[in-house]
Protein backbone atom coordinates (compact mmCIF):
# COMPACT_ATOMS: atom_id res chain seq x y z
CA UNK A 1 0.00 0.00 0.00
CA UNK A 2 1.07 3.35 -1.08
CA UNK A 3 1.63 6.50 1.38
CA UNK A 4 0.40 9.72 -0.18
CA UNK A 5 2.67 12.84 0.88
CA UNK A 6 0.51 15.51 2.62
CA UNK A 7 1.09 18.89 0.59
CA UNK A 8 1.11 21.72 3.26
CA UNK A 9 -1.90 24.17 2.24
CA UNK A 10 0.47 27.09 1.64
CA UNK A 11 2.44 25.29 -1.22
CA UNK A 12 -0.70 24.28 -2.92
CA UNK A 13 -2.07 28.11 -2.60
CA UNK A 14 1.10 29.17 -3.89
CA UNK A 15 1.25 26.63 -6.67
CA UNK A 16 -2.07 27.54 -7.68
CA UNK A 17 -0.89 31.27 -7.93
CA UNK A 18 1.96 30.42 -9.97
CA UNK A 19 -0.13 28.47 -12.24
CA UNK A 20 -2.83 31.15 -12.15
CA UNK A 21 -0.07 33.87 -13.03
CA UNK A 22 1.20 32.00 -15.81
CA UNK A 23 -2.27 31.63 -17.49
CA UNK A 24 -2.46 35.34 -16.91
CA UNK A 25 0.55 36.37 -18.39
CA UNK A 26 -0.55 34.25 -21.17
CA UNK A 27 -3.67 35.34 -21.37
CA UNK A 28 -2.45 39.01 -21.34
CA UNK A 29 0.60 38.42 -24.10
CA UNK A 30 -2.22 37.09 -26.60
CA UNK A 31 -4.21 40.28 -25.56
CA UNK A 32 -1.61 42.60 -26.53
CA UNK A 33 -0.71 40.87 -29.89
CA UNK A 34 -4.72 40.84 -30.56
CA UNK A 35 -4.33 44.34 -30.00
CA UNK A 36 -1.63 44.86 -32.53
CA UNK A 37 -2.47 43.20 -34.81
CA UNK A 38 -5.99 45.07 -34.51
CA UNK A 39 -4.58 48.57 -34.31
CA UNK A 40 -1.96 47.49 -37.65
CA UNK A 41 -5.64 46.16 -39.50
CA UNK A 42 -7.19 49.42 -38.45
CA UNK A 43 -3.93 51.35 -40.12
CA UNK A 44 -4.14 49.64 -42.99
CA UNK A 45 -7.71 50.17 -43.87
CA UNK A 46 -7.74 53.59 -42.60
CA UNK A 47 -4.44 53.40 -45.17
CA UNK A 48 -6.58 51.88 -47.87
CA UNK A 49 -9.23 54.16 -47.02
CA UNK A 50 -7.10 57.20 -47.34
CA UNK A 51 -5.92 56.30 -50.66
CA UNK A 52 -9.41 54.97 -51.62
CA UNK A 53 -10.49 59.00 -50.87
CA UNK A 54 -7.36 60.00 -52.83
CA UNK A 55 -8.03 57.94 -55.62
CA UNK A 56 -11.68 58.66 -55.72
CA UNK A 57 -10.81 62.82 -55.43
CA UNK A 58 -8.56 62.40 -58.32
CA UNK A 59 -11.11 60.24 -60.29
CA UNK A 60 -13.69 62.92 -59.56
CA UNK A 61 -11.07 65.98 -60.85
CA UNK A 62 -10.45 63.48 -63.51
CA UNK A 63 -14.22 63.19 -64.72
CA UNK A 64 -14.81 66.82 -64.13
CA UNK A 65 -11.99 67.55 -66.35
CA UNK A 66 -13.38 65.23 -68.44
CA UNK A 67 -16.82 66.60 -68.10
CA UNK A 68 -15.70 69.65 -69.16
CA UNK A 69 -13.40 69.24 -72.24
CA UNK A 70 -16.53 67.14 -73.14
CA UNK A 71 -18.74 70.38 -72.56
CA UNK A 72 -16.02 72.73 -74.51
CA UNK A 73 -16.18 70.01 -77.36
CA UNK A 74 -20.10 70.01 -77.33
CA UNK A 75 -19.97 73.47 -78.03
CA UNK A 76 -17.20 73.35 -80.49
CA UNK A 77 -19.08 70.84 -82.22
CA UNK A 78 -22.60 72.88 -81.57
CA UNK A 79 -20.25 76.61 -82.80
CA UNK A 80 -18.68 74.60 -85.56
CA UNK A 81 -22.03 72.91 -86.87
CA UNK A 82 -23.91 76.48 -86.61
CA UNK A 83 -21.16 77.38 -88.80
CA UNK A 84 -21.89 74.80 -91.11
CA UNK A 85 -25.28 75.79 -91.24
CA UNK A 86 -24.04 79.41 -91.85
CA UNK A 87 -21.87 78.00 -94.84
CA UNK A 88 -24.89 75.70 -96.17
CA UNK A 89 -27.31 79.31 -96.29
CA UNK A 90 -24.50 81.28 -97.89
CA UNK A 91 -23.87 78.77 -100.34
CA UNK A 92 -27.42 78.56 -101.12
CA UNK A 93 -27.48 81.98 -101.77
CA UNK A 94 -24.63 82.24 -103.65
CA UNK A 95 -25.64 79.32 -106.23
CA UNK A 96 -29.40 81.29 -105.94
CA UNK A 97 -27.39 84.42 -106.97
CA UNK A 98 -25.41 83.03 -109.56
CA UNK A 99 -28.12 80.94 -111.45
CA UNK A 100 -30.27 84.17 -111.08
CA UNK A 101 -27.03 86.32 -112.63
CA UNK A 102 -26.72 83.30 -115.64
CA UNK A 103 -30.18 83.85 -116.40
CA UNK A 104 -29.72 87.39 -116.41
CA UNK A 105 -26.99 87.11 -118.33
CA UNK A 106 -28.53 84.65 -120.96
CA UNK A 107 -31.64 86.93 -121.43
CA UNK A 108 -29.07 89.99 -121.87
CA UNK A 109 -27.31 88.08 -124.61
CA UNK A 110 -30.69 87.23 -126.13
CA UNK A 111 -31.65 90.43 -126.21
CA UNK A 112 -28.03 91.15 -128.05
CA UNK A 113 -29.00 88.87 -130.35
CA UNK A 114 -32.28 90.44 -130.93
CA UNK A 115 -30.38 93.56 -131.54
CA UNK A 116 -28.73 92.73 -133.41
CA UNK A 117 -30.26 90.83 -135.93
CA UNK A 118 -33.32 93.67 -135.66
CA UNK A 119 -29.95 95.52 -136.34
CA UNK A 120 -29.24 93.49 -139.14
CA UNK A 121 -32.47 93.42 -140.59
CA UNK A 122 -33.10 97.42 -140.78
CA UNK A 123 -29.28 97.46 -141.83
CA UNK A 124 -30.36 95.37 -145.11
CA UNK A 125 -33.67 97.42 -145.73
CA UNK A 126 -31.76 100.53 -145.91
CA UNK A 127 -28.70 98.52 -148.03
CA UNK A 128 -29.26 99.82 -151.84
CA UNK A 129 -29.76 96.55 -154.06
CA UNK A 130 -28.42 96.38 -157.57
CA UNK A 131 -32.42 96.68 -160.36
CA UNK A 132 -32.44 96.09 -163.53
CA UNK A 133 -35.86 97.11 -165.33
CA UNK A 134 -36.59 97.65 -168.84
CA UNK A 135 -32.99 97.64 -169.97
CA UNK A 136 -31.62 99.92 -167.16
CA UNK A 137 -30.05 99.17 -163.98
CA UNK A 138 -29.52 101.56 -160.86
CA UNK A 139 -29.40 101.26 -157.12
CA UNK A 140 -32.79 100.95 -155.26
CA UNK A 141 -33.85 100.72 -151.89
CA UNK A 142 -35.43 98.02 -150.32
CA UNK A 143 -38.22 99.99 -149.64
CA UNK A 144 -38.30 102.02 -152.52
CA UNK A 145 -38.26 98.51 -154.80
CA UNK A 146 -41.09 97.22 -152.06
CA UNK A 147 -43.19 100.47 -152.54
CA UNK A 148 -43.35 100.33 -156.25
CA UNK A 149 -43.27 97.11 -156.82
CA UNK A 150 -46.85 96.88 -154.66
CA UNK A 151 -48.65 99.69 -156.53
CA UNK A 152 -47.73 98.21 -160.26
CA UNK A 153 -49.07 94.41 -158.91
CA UNK A 154 -52.40 96.63 -157.91
CA UNK A 155 -52.32 97.84 -161.42
CA UNK A 156 -51.68 94.44 -162.76
CA UNK A 157 -54.50 93.33 -160.55
CA UNK A 158 -56.98 95.72 -162.14
CA UNK A 159 -57.31 98.00 -159.04
CA UNK A 160 -56.82 101.09 -160.96
CA UNK A 161 -58.46 103.44 -158.63
CA UNK A 162 -55.94 102.56 -155.93
CA UNK A 163 -52.47 101.84 -158.35
CA UNK A 164 -52.94 105.79 -159.35
CA UNK A 165 -52.67 107.14 -156.02
CA UNK A 166 -50.05 104.29 -155.10
CA UNK A 167 -47.85 105.87 -158.12
CA UNK A 168 -48.55 109.32 -157.61
CA UNK A 169 -47.10 108.54 -154.11
CA UNK A 170 -44.61 106.72 -154.87
CA UNK A 171 -43.19 109.81 -157.34
CA UNK A 172 -43.77 112.39 -154.49
CA UNK A 173 -41.45 110.00 -152.47
CA UNK A 174 -38.88 109.15 -155.06
CA UNK A 175 -38.85 111.89 -157.67
CA UNK A 176 -35.41 110.90 -158.91
CA UNK A 177 -35.69 106.84 -158.62
CA UNK A 178 -34.83 105.02 -161.33
CA UNK A 179 -38.14 103.56 -161.17
CA UNK A 180 -39.79 107.02 -161.72
CA UNK A 181 -40.19 106.93 -165.54
CA UNK A 182 -42.16 103.45 -165.60
CA UNK A 183 -43.87 104.47 -162.59
CA UNK A 184 -45.10 107.54 -164.65
CA UNK A 185 -45.94 105.37 -167.55
CA UNK A 186 -48.22 103.24 -165.27
CA UNK A 187 -49.38 105.91 -163.56
CA UNK A 188 -51.00 107.39 -167.17
CA UNK A 189 -52.39 103.33 -168.06
CA UNK A 190 -54.42 103.74 -164.69
CA UNK A 191 -55.52 107.04 -165.16
CA UNK A 192 -56.50 106.44 -168.46
CA UNK A 193 -58.44 103.35 -166.99
CA UNK A 194 -60.26 105.23 -164.66
CA UNK A 195 -61.28 107.96 -167.40
CA UNK A 196 -59.08 111.03 -165.85
CA UNK A 197 -57.89 111.58 -169.49
CA UNK A 198 -56.21 114.98 -168.77
CA UNK A 199 -54.10 113.23 -165.98
CA UNK A 200 -53.45 110.24 -168.24
CA UNK A 201 -52.12 112.84 -171.43
CA UNK A 202 -50.11 115.01 -168.55
CA UNK A 203 -48.86 111.93 -167.41
CA UNK A 204 -47.85 110.07 -171.02
CA UNK A 205 -46.53 113.94 -171.87
CA UNK A 206 -44.11 113.42 -168.86
CA UNK A 207 -43.02 109.93 -169.40
CA UNK A 208 -42.11 110.60 -173.07
CA UNK A 209 -40.48 113.85 -172.10
CA UNK A 210 -38.46 112.54 -169.71
CA UNK A 211 -37.99 108.69 -171.46
CA UNK A 212 -37.64 109.03 -175.05
CA UNK A 213 -35.84 106.59 -175.80
CA UNK A 214 -37.41 104.09 -173.12
CA UNK A 215 -39.04 100.88 -174.57
CA UNK A 216 -42.37 101.52 -173.48
CA UNK A 217 -42.46 105.25 -175.11
CA UNK A 218 -43.86 104.18 -178.54
CA UNK A 219 -46.69 103.40 -176.21
CA UNK A 220 -46.92 106.18 -174.52
CA UNK A 221 -47.41 108.42 -177.08
CA UNK A 222 -49.88 106.16 -178.72
CA UNK A 223 -51.98 106.04 -175.26
CA UNK A 224 -51.83 109.94 -175.46
CA UNK A 225 -52.83 110.13 -178.69
CA UNK A 226 -56.20 107.62 -177.60
CA UNK A 227 -56.33 109.72 -174.67
CA UNK A 228 -56.52 113.18 -177.13
CA UNK A 229 -59.06 111.08 -178.75
CA UNK A 230 -61.59 110.57 -175.72
CA UNK A 231 -61.18 114.38 -175.06
CA UNK A 232 -62.56 115.00 -178.89
CA UNK A 233 -59.23 116.12 -179.50
CA UNK A 234 -59.05 114.72 -182.94
CA UNK A 235 -56.21 117.62 -184.28
CA UNK A 236 -53.93 117.00 -181.45
CA UNK A 237 -54.28 112.84 -181.46
CA UNK A 238 -53.38 112.91 -184.69
CA UNK A 239 -50.47 114.98 -184.78
CA UNK A 240 -49.36 113.24 -181.56
CA UNK A 241 -49.74 109.95 -184.18
CA UNK A 242 -47.78 111.43 -186.49
CA UNK A 243 -45.17 112.09 -183.95
CA UNK A 244 -45.06 108.51 -183.04
CA UNK A 245 -44.59 107.41 -186.48
CA UNK A 246 -41.94 109.91 -187.34
CA UNK A 247 -40.34 109.18 -184.09
CA UNK A 248 -40.20 105.03 -183.48
CA UNK A 249 -41.37 104.15 -187.29
CA UNK A 250 -40.27 100.80 -186.52
CA UNK A 251 -42.46 99.86 -183.33
CA UNK A 252 -45.92 98.59 -183.53
CA UNK A 253 -47.09 101.40 -181.45
CA UNK A 254 -46.18 102.84 -184.66
CA UNK A 255 -48.02 100.56 -186.85
CA UNK A 256 -51.61 100.48 -184.68
CA UNK A 257 -50.66 104.08 -184.54
CA UNK A 258 -51.31 103.94 -189.29
CA UNK A 259 -54.31 101.77 -188.10
CA UNK A 260 -55.30 104.55 -186.09
CA UNK A 261 -55.30 107.59 -187.86
CA UNK A 262 -58.22 105.99 -189.96
CA UNK A 263 -61.02 106.53 -187.89
CA UNK A 264 -59.59 110.41 -186.56
CA UNK A 265 -61.83 112.55 -189.03
Known amino acids: MKRFRVVPAAAVVLLSW ?30 IDEQQ ?5 ELAQANAQVAER ?3 LQRSLLD ?25 IADLQQRQRDLGQSFDE ?41 AAP ?3 AF ?30 MASFRAFVKAAPAHPQAPEALLALANSQA ?13 ELIKTYPKSEAAQAGKDRLGSLR
Open 18 to 47: LVASQSASAALFEDDEARRAILDLRARVAQ
Open 53 to 57: KGRAS
Open 70 to 72: LAT
Open 80 to 104: LNNQLEGLRSDIAQLRGSQEQLQRE
Open 122 to 162: RMRKLEPVRVSLDGHEFDASPEERKTYEDAVALMRAGSFDK
Open 166 to 168: ALS
Open 171 to 200: LLRYPASGYANSARFWLGNAQYALRDYTAA
Open 230 to 242: EMKDTKGARQTID
